[in-house]
């Protein structure tokens, strides 16, 4: 679901089975294809997409469980699976090693989209296991510090959604700030990176009820 360019499927791959992809950019798409030239590349969304008969045994969506419709999405997912299939959706929040940094730059942001939704780094969690469709939810995160520069960072900042649904104006003063907000710290900072997996699984009969653990 939503695989880009193709960086979670690299882990797919490694699973041995055969994978599709389902990505409706086709210029993404291209790429896709071309890095893995042995899977299966479907040019559509995921709410278009209609499973084969039976379902299949694993979904996965990287990064990508917020591009898809909040309200068809768990119930389109527990449907295209096989009883006892898996869904494996991986996601990332961004936060900072320096308290300071981080509130200097989320004023930024603020600035350049007051509206912007402000999501918990485990809002997919709440979001699966609310929808009551799924069993043996299972969580697991990682946080890793990574360092950054200023175009690097900028880099980053350029393949958010929220910044890629603005305008070329908007991008421009928003990068602006931030350039200057990040050399301010002398031209580098701390990224930590939070990274949440959250597998479920489709329940095999009635009376499965929903059940939870982490790490």
Not at 36 to 56: D, K, M, N, S, Y
Request: glycine share 12%.
């Amino acid at each position: 679901m939503g695989a880009g360019t193709g960086k979670g499927t690299d882990l797919l791959r490694r699973l041995g089975a055969p994978v599709t992809c389902l990505e409706p950019d086709p210029r993404m798409a291209a790429l896709l294809a071309a890095r893995h030239p042995g899977i299966r590349v479907l040019g559509t969304t995921f709410e278009q997409w209609r499973p084969p008969a039976g379902g299949v045994p694993l979904l996965a969506a990287a990064l990508a469980w917020h591009w898809l419709d909040p309200a068809t999405r768990n119930r389109h997912a527990h449907d295209a699976l096989t009883p006892g299939g898996t869904l494996a959706v991986l996601g990332h929040t961004y936060g900072y090693a320096d308290p300071e940094h981080g509130r200097a730059l989320d004023a930024v942001f603020r600035s350049a989209d007051p509206t912007a939704p402000r999501r918990r780094p485990d809002w997919f969690l709440h979001d699966i296991t609310g929808s009551g469709l799924f069993a043996d939810v299972t969580t697991t995160t990682r946080l890793r510090d990574m360092p950054f520069t200023t175009d690097r960072y900028l880099d980053l900042v350029r393949t958010f959604g929220p910044f890629r649904r603005r305008t070329p104006d908007e991008q421009t003063r928003g990068l602006t700030a931030l350039r200057h907000t990040v050399d301010g710290f002398g031209g580098s900072l701390i990224v930590r990176l939070h990274t949440t997996l959250v597998l479920a699984r489709r329940p095999r009969g009635a009376g499965e009820g929903t059940t939870l653990t982490g790490t």
